[in-house]
T-cell receptor, first 117, second 112 residues
Framework: GAVVSQHPSWVICKSGTSVKIECRSL??????MFWYRQFPKQSLMLMATSNEGSKATYEQGVEKDKFLINHASLTLSTLTVTSAHPEDSSFYIC?????????????FGEGSRLTVL | DQQVKQNSPSLSVQEGRISILNCDYTNSMFDYFLWYKKYPAEGPTFLISISSIKDKNEDGRFTVFLNKSAKHLSLHIVPSQPGDSAVYFCAASNSGTYKYIFGTGTRLKVLA
């Protein structure tokens, strides 16, 4: 089946630094990818929709200047957490539609756990 | 405003018995629903889906039921196995958008 891979799976950084997370579709092309974050014992909250070749669409309450998304190719989307602070510590997950439109299935990456000290 | 709700944060079931996980939604525009299983520190893995034109979809031990009038869906796992222990999320969307709204999850524990 379709595979989505994220890197890194675990990152620790100092407050004020920026961190880039990559999301790749390994065996299919994804014109659209989705970025979520999950706090402990909470739901996956959609942050933004990443669109290949155009600007990302952010959900209400998500700072676009804080969470920079780039979707430069059909197999890669990146999320950069700029000037990270401890409250940005979370589990970030990407997903991409892998099947036919009628199936509606999303394939998820393994997730990236960010800890900001 | 939580459009997709899973009111039971946890559920314990004996091995071999049926597990029933419930999910309610408020947006009548939702017409495609997914169930995912998630282990800690991993991404969710797809289990089963259902569209609003159906009221039941079955795949092996997993069956999803949809009651559109009640805006309710449920996932039945039978027989339950210890390896089914995980957090289960339901998700809903308008068909074709892939913009899914996830529920808060139910932690299932299957006791051996």
């Amino acid at each position: 089946g379709a595979v989505v891979s994220q890197h890194p799976s675990w990152v620790i950084c100092k407050s004020g630094t920026s961190v880039k997370i990559e999301c790749r579709s390994l065996d299919f092309q994804a014109t659209t990818m989705f970025w979520y974050r999950q706090f402990p014992k909470q739901s996956l909250m959609l942050m933004a929709t990443s669109n290949e070749g155009s600007k990302a669409t952010y959900e209400q309450g998500v700072e676009k200047d804080k969470f920079l998304i780039n979707h430069a190719s059909l197999t890669l989307s990146t999320l950069t957490v700029t000037s990270a602070h401890p409250e940005d510590s979370s589990f970030y997950i990407c997903s991409a539609p892998g099947g036919a439109l009628v199936s509606g299935e999303l394939f998820f990456g393994e997730g990236s756990r960010l800890t900001v000290l | 405003d939580q459009q997709v709700k899973q009111n039971s944060p946890s559920l314990s079931v004996q091995e071999g018995r049926i597990s029933i996980l419930n999910c309610d939604y408020t947006n009548s525009m939702f017409d495609y629903f997914l169930w995912y299983k998630k282990y800690p520190a991993e991404g969710p893995t797809f289990l089963i889906s259902i569209s609003s034109i159906k009221d039941k979809n079955e795949d092996g031990r997993f069956t999803v039921f949809l009651n559109k009038s009640a805006k309710h869906l449920s996932l039945h796992i039978v027989p339950s196995q210890p390896g089914d222990s995980a957090v289960y999320f339901c998700a809903a969307s308008n068909s074709g958008t892939y913009k899914y709204i996830f529920g808060t999850g139910t932690r299932l524990k299957v006791l051996a």
